[in-house]
């Protein structure tokens, strides 16, 4: 869906994207082959993750396409937003760790055995810290019309939009995927 969404709006434009929380790269990969001429930026923490995304490799679908560009950095940190100029990102783009640990037990052994823990889960007691992060670094970085995009807890969408609206954003919109249950939330400020 955060795919569907950047492509439709970008279409012909070659956008500056940045995926926070980027593991394998699969998002900042899919907008760079759709997107021709974007730049693509992903930041993740994990080294095994980092080595996955920088050593995909496609055939080039056009001569503009470039490769995303990845970079180890904790997106938690007080310092993280300032690894970039101020206002150097069109889009900011994630799907970050959101589990909650008291969930662990809903979920299929087919996640639970192969994902680590560190992709998936946050403390009960502090679910948003993810989106905090990311509504701090985006009030930082993205350009005056810039757009956002976060794949969220179908069972906190009200608290994750309360998180951006907080942030100052005033364009926040929670949306359904295929099935029907809240996963994207678009912010942006008017
Ligand atoms: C749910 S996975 C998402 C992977 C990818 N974006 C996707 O959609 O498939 C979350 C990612 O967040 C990363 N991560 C966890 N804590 C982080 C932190 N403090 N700073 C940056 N990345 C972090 C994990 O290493 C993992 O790759």
Redesign the pocket.
């Known amino acids: 869906m955060i795919v569907e969404v950047i492509v439709s709006r970008f279409e012909g434009r070659g956008p500056r994207i940045l995926?926070?929380?980027?593991?394998?790269?699969?998002?900042a990969w899919s907008l760079a082959l759709e997107l021709p001429g974007a730049e693509l930026v992903g930041?993740?923490?994990?080294d095994d993750?980092l080595k996955i995304a920088s050593t995909q490799t496609f055939s080039s679908p056009s001569d503009a396409f470039l490769a995303p560009s990845f970079v180890k950095?904790?997106?938690?940190?007080d310092d993280?937003p300032s690894v970039f100029p101020p206002a150097s990102f069109d889009v900011i783009v994630?799907?970050?760790?959101?589990i909650m640990e008291s969930q662990k037990k809903d979920m299929d052994r087919n996640v639970l055995d192969f994902?680590?823990g560190?992709?998936?889960f946050v403390p009960d007691s502090d679910p948003m810290v993810?989106y905090r992060?990311i509504a701090r670094a985006a009030a930082r970085l993205l350009r005056p019309g810039g757009l956002g995009a976060v794949?969220i807890n179908e069972d906190l969408g009200r608290e994750t939009l309360s998180v951006f609206t907080d942030a100052g954003f005033t364009n926040v919109s929670l949306h359904s995927d295929f099935l029907g249950k809240p996963r994207l939330i678009l912010f942006s400020e008017e």
């Open positions: 995926d926070l929380c980027t593991g394998s790269g699969c998002i930041v993740d923490i994990s993750a950095e904790d997106i938690l940190s993280f994630s799907n970050p760790p959101y994902e680590p560190l992709a998936l993810f992060a794949e």
